[in-house]
Each structure stands twice: as C-alpha cells, then as structure tokens.
C-alpha cells in the first residue's frame, strides 16, 4: 500500500510538472508573433521531465535502502541481546559469594555462558545472512536436525534470564525423535524469540509451558504464558514489521521479534499463529513439517 501511495505521488508530480513546464511555452505562443518549434520544446520538456522523474525516484530508492538497513541493524541487535544478557548475568552470578561457594553453581553458569558465547560466535558469522533475512530469495542452511534438541538449547539460552525473573518454565515433549530438514540457529532463534517475548510481556511471576508434539506429518510447537496477553483487534498485526501493542509501552523493543520468527517458520514452509486474550497470557503455536512429511 504504501509503494502504490508512493508510485501515485510521483505521477501526481511529474504531470505537475508537465503542466508547469508547458503552460508557459503555450502562453508566449499565443502572445508573440514569434514562431515556435513545437517539437525541439516538447522533446526539451520530455527529456527534462523524464530526468526530473529518475532523480525522484532515485531519492525514493535511496531511502527506501536506509530503511531496510535500519530494520537490518536493528533486528541483527535485537538477536544478539539474547547471548549478551545470558553472559551477562552469568558473569553477575559468578561475582556472587553463594555462587562461588557452590562449585556445581559456578560450573553451571560458567557452561551457560560458554553456550551463549558460542551462540554469539555464530550468529555473528551469519551476519549477513541475518541481515538479508527479509529480501526475496534469502538464503538458509538446510541440515538434519531434532526438534527437541533445538528446544533444549534454546531453553538452555533463556536459563539465566528465567532464574532472574523466578520463573517457571515447563517443558511437554510429548513426541520425540521428530526429525526434520531445517536451519538449526534460525530454528534455535525462533523458539528462544517467543520464550524471551513470555518472559518480557509477563509482568507477574512468570509461568511458561513448552509442548512438544507430533501432529501427523508436522511437528506442532506451542508456548503459552500468563502474560499480559493481546487484544483482539491487535491479533491480526502481531506479525507485521515493527507491530507494537498498545500495552507495549516501557518495553523496549523494534517490533522485529516476531517478524522475524514468522518469516523463519515460512522458510520452512510451516506455520504460525497465536491464541490469546487481554489479562489472560498467549499461546503462540509453530506446525513445522517432518522429515519426508
């Protein structure tokens, strides 16, 4: 919609300028007795316009490039909070006398945050892939991989953050070995995006269920919250580029999250959709297919 407002906004221009351009050369021809080469004008104001319109749309193009690397920065940001914040509060936890008293403690925060730097060391090589993620015809890693195992190491990405807040994560593998064919780190980014989104949009103590199921020949992924939940009227955009809820405010955030997470799920030719009601947390659900499915 809005290119075609844009695309109508040049026309609009360009006739304008047309008859800015003409009008004049029509007036001196009917007041002067000098005769007029109708055709050298009319190519001069065709070339003229044809030029005028190029360099607009140039301007256009221009800054439609500077928005799409704004959102491209701006995701690619909002991707690496997850591995900075695990570390980060893994290395406050390791600073805590209780913690390095505990050898168990401190070996676990330790692996914690050697999982998430080795997470950021991969994410930052797929630099660009991340940032071309929105252009037609981007690239992903296709490779074998188990969808319990991708939750896992998500979970294990969001451990700190959920010990931070108390919460309660539960996890309901209730199909297993469910093979599939996909990108393990944009999978790995689509389950730690929703748990991360359960986690922020939950104002009280956190309480966060994972299922895990087979769903004849796709395998069906649900997180459901007490959060805040999401209006009716909201449902429609929650997947739309930078969507921000009205209950958003205080929250930071680009409104990328979920963009991003829905258009992972149809570069796997899955699905994704959302149940939800104000006051009564969401249930955000990803059918993705099996492996020969």
């Known amino acids: 919609m809005k290119n075609t407002m844009t695309i109508r906004t040049l026309a609009v ?15 001196i021809a009917r007041v002067t007795e000098v005769p007029v080469n109708w055709f050298y004008l009319v190519s001069a104001a065709a070339l003229s316009l044809t030029l005028a319109f190029f360099l607009i749309w140039r301007v256009y193009a221009l800054q439609q490039q500077k928005s799409r690397l704004r959102d491209r920065i701006n ?7 997850s591995p900075l914040t695990a570390v980060t509060i893994g290395l406050e936890g390791l600073r805590d006398d209780t913690t390095r008293r505990d050898p168990l403690l401190a070996n676990e925060y330790l692996n914690i945050s050697q999982l998430e730097l080795e997470r950021l060391t991969r994410m930052v090589e797929n630099t660009l892939r991340l940032f071309n993620y929105d252009e037609p015809g981007a690239a992903i ?55 991360e989104n359960a986690l922020k949009y939950t104002l009280a103590t956190p309480r966060i269920v994972v299922t895990v199921q087979k769903d004849g020949d796709h395998a069906l992924l649900t997180v459901r919250d007490n959060g805040m939940g999401i209006a009716p009227e909201q449902q429609p955009y929650v997947f739309d580029k930078h969507f921000r809820g009205g209950h958003h405010a205080g929250i930071k955030g680009h409104g990328l999250g979920l963009h991003y997470v829905a258009w992972v799920v149809r570069k796997h030719n899955g699905e994704i959709g959302l149940e939800s009601a104000e006051g009564k947390g969401s249930n955000f659900w990803v059918r993705l297919p099996l492996a020969g499915g």
């Open 13 to 27: 221009m360009a006739a304008v300028l047309v008859l800015l351009y003409i009008a004049p050369l029509i007036v």
């Open 75 to 81: 995701h690619f940001v909002h991707e690496l909070k």
């Open 141 to 195: 890693q296709i490779q074998p991989l188990n969808l319990e195992k991708v939750v896992q190491q998500a979970l294990k990405s969001v451990q700190l953050q959920a010990q931070q807040r108390n919460a309660e994560i539960l996890v309901e593998i209730q199909a297993r070995e469910l093979r599939m064919h996909g990108d393990r780190m944009h999978l790995n980014n689509v389950v730690v995006n929703l748990l």
